[in-house]
């Protein structure tokens, strides 16, 4: 069954891409044609961003340059709640004059059902973009449902059970360019996830999973990247082809041994001054003895939001999707 509820990390996910939008506006205004001016309409809602930070103009005389951007939402699990995004652009001291901005990305959402989330996000580029450090973290306490793993566990109702997501996320990686446009690099994946408050008590699937209720998954990453966006957080042209692999090993404190891969492939094109044709490839890959918080899932921020994230779940996963923004 597909659903679509709103929720909270989506919310604020989105609320950063508006904050964020006007800078790639900027970023990509070198390289569209050039034109008469004439008098520009200013809307509402464009004055309502200018004032919070999302202006067209990038001030970086202090360091930072922040926009920020609150907004309510609902949904039936969770409640009436508020989410808001700040996104801070910058540059290293080291950063070239031609280098791309270096954004930081904190978003968070709070609900009348006690659901409370925060994440950051960040990528900076030093020097002239020839090594990068990217950095992404969560703490998360949310209300969400699972039905099992596999399609036809899916599409049965009969399966789905709420429980409370707790989970914290922790993926820092660097990256070193070794040919133009091309990256290569490493990092670490923390991830820990306790599925609490199960609705069915002791006769939940959850709790009768052999890998148990808490999972924590630590793993070591390696990471290939062919990128010429012109604005990670937010493209207006270019294209990029990611292969991030993780290995995950008792070892390093994982519960179980396991493997993932991940393959991206996305290409942008610039319609109009604000308008972009965005096509976007990704798998999802796993082996070994993979625990049920880790499995491919389905809908999330970034690709196919019109499904319920971890209705679909199961080791395998690729989707297509084209969007006009």
Known sequence: MRTAPLTAS????LLAGCAGSAVAQTAAADAAPESKPGPEHVSWIDKVLNKLGASKEVDLSHGIDWGVLPGPFYNP????????????????KNAGKDTQLSTLNLHGFLTTSGAVGIGVDNNTFFADDSYRFVFSGAL???PTSYWGIGYDNAI???????YTRRGIVVQPRVMVRVRPNIYVGGGYDFEYDNAA?????????????PHGTRVLSSGLTAHFSYDTRDFLPNPYKGQALLVNGTVYRRAIGSDNDFEALEIIYDNYFRM????????DIYG????????WSMMSKLGDNRRMRGYFMGQYRDKAMLTAQVEYR
């Open 284 to 291: 999802k890959f796993n082996w070994g003895d993979v625990p």
């Open 272 to 279: 109009r001054e604000r308008d972009v044709l965005a096509f």
């Open 10 to 13: 989506l919310c604020t996910m």
């Open 140 to 142: 998360i306490n949310m």
């Open 156 to 162: 049965n109702d009969a399966n789905k059970e709420g």
């Open 77 to 92: 699990e969770m409640g009436l709640g508020v989410g808001a995004a700040a996104v801070g652009l910058y540059k290293p």
């Open 197 to 209: 408050q199960l609705d069915r008590g002791a006769s939940s699937a959850l709790a009768t999973d």
